[in-house]
Every structure is written in C-alpha cells, then in structure tokens.
C-alpha cells in the first residue's frame, strides 16, 4: 500500500514562487508514474503533469508547461512541484497522486489508486 503526503502550500501573491513535496512510502517506485493534480471547489480534478520514477521523464499539462517543474529525490522518496510565476488562477487543492506506470493514463484521476490528502495553494493579486 502505498502512503503520500503533501506539504508545502500556503499563500503566495502573484509573479511568486512555491514548492510542494509530496512524501511517498509503503514501497518501492521503480515502475511508478507519481503525479501531480489540482481541484477547485466545484470543478474537476486537473491534471497538470507527471514523472516517470525510474527514468525521471516528466510530462506537463499545456496550462503549466514552462511555470511548473516536477522532480524527485529517490533517495528521500519524495515528489516536488516547483510552481514559479504563478497566478490567482493557480489557487487550488494539490494533490499528488501515484499508479504503476503500466496502468491506465496519465491524465486521468480514476487511474491512480493512491493519493495524498492535499494541500491548499492560495494566489492573490
């Protein structure tokens, strides 16, 4: 079973930077694809991008490419998501999410069975 847990939100204005971790445990990574989405109270779950755990290949959403950056540290087991530039839109709940990179696709929340319990990013003006 797989364990993740988000840190790092909080307030930012816009133009500024955050970064959120996302601490994995319960296993070993090698064959899974961790993810990052955002959810807005009354929306859908956004996908906005994801890495490859043992290659460290990334894949961003189109709405965050060039502003948000995702990596790992094998070593401590944990996620980050660098989020520069950001903008009152950007406000959300972040949550990371984890699957074995063989199933289902990665931009598709119902194909992650393990989830962090989110942590709040709030943009102002």
């Known amino acids: 079973q797989v364990q993740l847990a988000e840190s790092g939100g909080g307030e930012a204005q816009a133009g500024g930077s955050l970064r959120l971790s996302c601490a994995a445990s319960?296993?070993?990574?090698?064959?899974?694809?961790m993810c990052w989405f955002r959810q807005v109270v009354g929306k859908e779950r956004e996908y906005l991008g994801a890495?490859?755990?043992?290659?460290?290949?990334?894949y961003y959403a189109d709405a965050v490419k060039g502003r948000f950056t995702i990596s790992r540290d094998d070593a401590k087991n944990t996620m980050y998501l660098q989020m520069d530039n950001l903008k009152p839109e950007d406000t959300a709940i972040y949550y990371c999410?984890?699957?074995?990179?063989?199933?289902?696709?990665?931009?598709?929340?119902?194909?992650?069975?393990?989830w962090g319990q989110g942590t709040q990013v709030t943009v102002s003006t």
């Open positions: 999410a984890a699957k074995n990179r063989l199933a289902g696709t990665l931009f598709t929340p119902a194909a992650y069975p393990s």
């Open positions: 319960g296993r070993t990574f090698s064959n899974y694809v």
């Open positions: 890495i490859a755990w043992s290659s460290g290949n990334t």
